[in-house]
């Protein structure tokens, strides 16, 4: 059972990264591992109106929003678009919340958020954890009027993760996904015709079955009526001979 046990806890152990050369006790890392995965980071599109001398504006932004921070730990953020580093400490934190607002939306850019222990931990300064954050770019071909036709086409969503295409690109590519649909459309027509060919057929089929039933009946009555003069003449002849 001990021996259960102890693999148990070392499995345990294994799985929860630890720092052999961490000032914290085994303990405090776990308690510090908790509490970091508890972080989360998410963002969402935000718009708002900028006033200008002549005029006012529509702006559209990310809102970036970091919870779950506690004063155990602190934030280094870093992008690889202009190479920015901010701190964040919990008294920076609205109840271990941190919100802020990415406004260079014309490229795709990357974050890293490096979780510290802080200074009120037993360890300060050391790195628990890295999260990754990809922010979209904003697509101008969003706004072309041609792609409110073809609003599921890649290259005409609002947001985009690929790299920045020129004109020529995306008519290309536009005239190709153009040809898939209609080569979906062909591809389709043949069903409604074997449909109304299947239904031809069965008006065929149900036409020519009540004429070889109406010829049947015809000649049945033929046959009927050749009887009935038979049996008459048959009695005539007779009566005559009598």
Not at 54 to 61: G, K, L, P, S, W
Not at 146 to 162: A, E, P
Not at 169 to 196: H, M, R, V
Not at 207 to 231: M, P
Request: some cysteine.
């Amino acid at each position: 059972m001990k021996k259960v046990l102890f693999i148990c806890l070392s499995m345990f152990i294994f799985i929860i990264p630890v720092q052999a050369d961490s000032r914290c006790s085994l303990n405090e890392q776990l308690e510090l591992n908790q509490l970091v995965n508890n972080i989360k980071i998410s963002y969402e599109t935000k718009q708002d109106i900028v006033q200008y001398t002549d005029m006012d504006a529509e702006r559209i932004f990310f809102q970036i929003d970091i919870l779950n921070i506690t004063d155990d730990v602190y934030l280094k953020i870093t992008n690889d678009f202009n190479n920015e580093e901010i701190i964040y400490n919990y008294a920076d934190t609205e109840d271990g919340l941190i919100t802020f607002n990415w406004f260079d939306i014309d490229s795709v850019v990357n974050f890293k958020v490096e979780v510290y222990s802080s200074v009120n931990s037993a360890c300060p300064g050391e790195l628990y954890r890295t999260i990754s954050l990809k922010l979209p770019r904003y697509n101008y071909f969003y706004d072309y009027e041609i792609c409110n036709d073809y609003k599921d086409f890649s290259l005409c969503q609002q947001f985009v993760f690929f790299n920045d295409i020129d004109e020529k690109d995306f008519n290309e590519q536009l005239n190709k996904y153009k040809a898939s649909l209609n080569k979906e459309d062909t591809e389709n027509k043949p069903n409604g015709n074997i449909t109304n060919n299947y239904n031809s057929n069965l008006k065929v089929a149900f036409y020519t079955f009540l004429i070889i039933i109406a010829i049947v009946l015809i000649i049945i009555i033929i046959v009927k009526l050749l009887q009935v003069l038979k049996k008459k003449r048959k009695k005539n002849n007779y009566e005559k001979n009598i």
